[in-house]
């Protein structure tokens, strides 16, 4: 049973980067075959917003202008997330999840909370 | 709008059905035999309940079923207990990056 855990600072200043490492336990990063980040605002819907293969390819919400970058570390069962040029917009409960293909999300984190917050 | 759209709330009687519709094009619900539900209660992750459109994981109830007719979705709640309120959120592949994966969401409130 594989299971997800996110970590990262749970308060970010304006204008800087949010970032985020999830680590995979249980199987393997290389069984996704794809990994994604999901944020949810507070009293607000999910919003999908970055994902990658295991293989390194990787797709972004377009919306996002550029500011996120995800990557994938085989060697640590992890893949990571970026943000830059936060704004109070950006603070959600960000969840990673594995996506077994065709936006089947079979695996979650737990989901931390993030604070855009000077 | 580019998310797929939902009823915001839907409520039922314990033991009553009720359904939660997806409503998206022919370039994403209808296009694609790809459909997920997810139910999400307060505080927790969300959990997928349906995949590819009527798909069951196991562990989930039979009381929960998916279908799709033409660009729309649904996911029935049969029996429903009390344990079924929850938000829950559709999910479809998509033509293009830029349309979000996700529905709307829809409250289920059992009264």
């Known amino acids: 049973q594989v299971q997800l855990q996110e970590s990262g600072p749970g308060l970010v200043r304006p204008s800087g980067t949010l970032s985020l490492t999830c680590v995979v336990s249980?199987?393997?990063?290389?069984?996704?075959?794809?990994w994604s980040w999901v944020r949810q605002p507070p009293g607000k819907g999910l919003e999908w917003i970055a994902e990658?293969?295991?293989?390194?390819?990787?797709k972004y919400k377009p919306s996002l202008n550029g500011r996120v970058t995800i990557s994938v570390d085989t060697s640590k069962n992890q893949f990571s997330l970026e943000l830059t040029s936060v704004t109070a917009a950006d603070t959600a409960v960000y969840y990673c999840?594995?996506?077994?293909?065709?936006?089947?999300?079979?695996?979650w984190g737990q989901g931390t909370l993030v604070t855009v917050s000077s | 709008q580019s998310a797929l759209t939902q009823p915001a709330s839907v409520s039922g009687s314990p033991g009553q059905s009720i359904t939660i519709s997806c409503t998206g094009t022919?370039?994403?619900?209808?296009?694609?035999?790809?459909v997920s539900w997810y139910q999400q209660h307060p505080g927790k992750a969300p959990k997928l309940m349906i995949s590819?459109?009527?798909n069951r994981p196991s562990g989930v109830p039979d009381r929960f079923s998916g279908s799709k007719s033409g660009n729309t979705a649904s996911l029935t709640i049969s029996g429903l207990q009390a344990e079924d309120e929850a938000d829950y959120y559709c999910?479809?592949?998509?033509?293009?990056?830029?349309?979000?994966?996700f529905g709307t969401g829809t409250k289920v409130t059992v009264l």
């Open positions: 022919s370039s994403d619900v209808g296009g694609y035999n790809y």
């Open positions: 990658i293969h295991h293989t390194g390819t990787n």
């Open positions: 590819e459109v009527s």
């Open positions: 249980g199987g393997s990063i290389s069984s996704g075959p794809w």
């Open positions: 999840a594995r996506d077994r293909g065709w936006k089947k999300y079979d695996a």
């Open positions: 999910a479809s592949q998509r033509s293009t990056t830029s349309l979000d994966v």
